[in-house]
């Protein structure tokens, strides 16, 4: 797809939200950045119809990129989060193709086996209830789902903050994988994949390792010993799950070790 001159809405102007809103415009898109910060083109609830609808009128969205972030909060904040603001997107603009982040804690921990786009979920929780009532949402309009690894980038990395400052190590065994996204590999992935016109889920993650590995890489780029204790173990924190994926293959995806290293270089965290 040629951005240049497309009308493009992104819901959600945080981390990658904004990421995403410098790429289209560099491409020559006409952006619309909606988010009820500042930040944001139109400061709003994008769960308000009324709002979105009068926001709108300022490009002809054929594409919705959807990045909201609830930062935490149960399943009545994740409902209005993803859930009504794509009910209120869709009406609004029903022609427009929706691009919805979703999230790879979605799928099942399976003690360190591989999982893709086919992988069953098993057992949701009330919260990924609604993270898939929400996919479902952006697949019956046509659109498409990324489950994103958890973003890290410039000045962003709660991994290498933690090893930095001291604090307690991640929990789980020592062969726990990890899996990330740098935001730059999310962005390109993104818009390849709604210029690609095809629909359906997409696992989006540059690179997987274990524990070891990264405390080991960290430690040697560092100088700076890995903490001895280990954090409190929660349910979403411990998982361990290689992501792959069978749709999308990465161009060219960007590597934590440079990643360290231009954060020494230029601190952030």
């Known amino acids: ?38 930040l944001a083109d139109l400061s709003a609830d994008a769960a308000d119809a009324r709002a979105l609808s009068a926001g709108i009128g300022r490009v002809v969205p054929k594409v919705a990129f959807c990045c909201l972030s609830t930062r935490g909060g149960d399943a009545t904040a994740y409902h209005r989060c993803y859930v009504q603001s794509l009910q209120a997107l869709l009406s609004v603009a029903p022609a427009v193709c929706p691009v919805f982040c979703s999230s790879v804690s979605l799928y099942p921990d399976t003690c360190g086996e591989a999982v893709d786009e086919c992988t069953p979920l098993q057992h949701p929780n009330a919260r990924q209830e ?25 000045g962003r990395c709660e991994l290498l903050r933690r090893h930095l ?44 390792f274990t524990c070891t590995e990264a405390y080991a890489l960290m430690e040697q780029l560092t100088g700076k010993a890995t903490a001895a204790e280990s954090a409190a173990a929660t349910v979403r924190g411990s998982a361990n799950r290689l992501i792959t994926s069978c749709r999308f293959r990465m161009p060219n995806p960007h590597r934590f070790r440079d990643f360290v290293l231009a954060e020494l270089q230029h601190p952030t965290l």
């Open 1 to 38: 797809m040629n951005w240049r001159g497309q009308g493009v809405l992104v819901i959600g102007a945080g981390f990658l939200g904004s990421a995403l809103a410098v790429a289209l415009r560099s491409a020559g898109a006409a952006v619309l950045t909606i988010d009820h910060t500042a």
């Open 130 to 154: 609604v993270l898939l009532q929400a996919e479902k949402l952006a697949l019956m309009a046509g659109g498409c789902v990324a489950r994103l690894a958890p973003l890290y980038g410039h």
């Open 165 to 208: 400052a001291g604090e307690p190590r991640l929990p789980g065994a020592p062969g726990r994988w990890l899996n990330y996204l740098h935001v730059d590999d999310a962005v390109r992935s993104l818009l390849d994949i709604a210029a690609s016109g095809n629909g359906g889920i997409y696992n989006l993650c540059s690179e997987s």
